[in-house]
Protein backbone atom coordinates (compact mmCIF):
# COMPACT_ATOMS: atom_id res chain seq x y z
CA UNK A 1 0.00 0.00 0.00
CA UNK A 2 1.25 3.70 -0.94
CA UNK A 3 2.11 5.83 1.55
CA UNK A 4 -0.18 8.47 2.78
CA UNK A 5 0.58 11.79 1.00
CA UNK A 6 0.46 15.61 3.18
CA UNK A 7 -2.18 17.23 0.81
CA UNK A 8 -2.66 20.71 1.35
CA UNK A 9 -6.51 22.01 1.04
CA UNK A 10 -8.47 24.46 1.36
CA UNK A 11 -9.30 25.94 5.78
CA UNK A 12 -11.58 23.28 7.42
CA UNK A 13 -11.74 24.94 10.36
CA UNK A 14 -12.70 28.89 11.11
CA UNK A 15 -13.97 30.83 14.19
CA UNK A 16 -12.41 31.87 17.07
CA UNK A 17 -8.76 30.02 17.71
CA UNK A 18 -6.25 29.34 20.74
CA UNK A 19 -3.15 29.94 21.53
CA UNK A 20 -1.31 26.89 22.63
CA UNK A 21 2.65 25.73 23.76
CA UNK A 22 4.64 22.65 22.25
CA UNK A 23 7.96 21.27 22.21
CA UNK A 24 9.55 19.96 19.47
CA UNK A 25 12.77 18.88 18.46
CA UNK A 26 15.06 21.18 16.55
CA UNK A 27 15.47 19.33 13.84
CA UNK A 28 11.81 18.42 13.36
CA UNK A 29 11.13 22.22 13.61
CA UNK A 30 14.10 22.78 10.63
CA UNK A 31 11.82 21.06 8.91
CA UNK A 32 8.56 22.94 9.11
CA UNK A 33 10.31 25.69 8.71
CA UNK A 34 11.94 24.70 5.25
CA UNK A 35 7.93 23.20 3.96
CA UNK A 36 7.04 27.10 4.78
CA UNK A 37 9.38 28.57 3.33
CA UNK A 38 8.93 26.16 -0.19
CA UNK A 39 5.21 26.44 0.02
CA UNK A 40 4.89 30.18 1.18
CA UNK A 41 3.01 29.07 4.15
CA UNK A 42 3.65 30.06 8.05
CA UNK A 43 4.74 27.91 10.27
CA UNK A 44 1.45 27.34 11.95
CA UNK A 45 -0.40 26.59 8.99
CA UNK A 46 1.97 24.48 8.33
CA UNK A 47 1.44 22.94 11.70
CA UNK A 48 -2.43 23.12 11.71
CA UNK A 49 -2.48 21.26 8.44
CA UNK A 50 -0.40 18.52 9.97
CA UNK A 51 -2.59 18.20 12.89
CA UNK A 52 -5.68 18.35 11.00
CA UNK A 53 -4.11 15.59 8.78
CA UNK A 54 -3.30 13.60 12.19
CA UNK A 55 -6.92 13.50 13.42
CA UNK A 56 -8.24 12.56 10.21
CA UNK A 57 -6.43 9.69 9.96
CA UNK A 58 -5.86 9.10 13.77
CA UNK A 59 -7.31 5.34 15.20
CA UNK A 60 -7.64 4.97 18.73
CA UNK A 61 -6.41 2.03 20.09
CA UNK A 62 -7.37 0.73 23.77
CA UNK A 63 -4.97 -0.96 26.63
CA UNK A 64 -2.11 -2.41 25.10
CA UNK A 65 -2.70 -2.02 21.52
CA UNK A 66 -0.16 0.58 21.45
CA UNK A 67 1.54 0.62 18.24
CA UNK A 68 3.38 3.78 16.88
CA UNK A 69 4.42 2.24 13.55
Known sequence: MAEPKF???PKKY???SAVIS???PKSMLQIIDEAAGATGRTRNE????A???ALDHMELLSGG???NG
Open 7 to 9: KVA
Open 14 to 16: GGE
Open 22 to 24: MRL
Open 46 to 49: ILSM
Open 51 to 53: LEF
Open 65 to 67: EAD
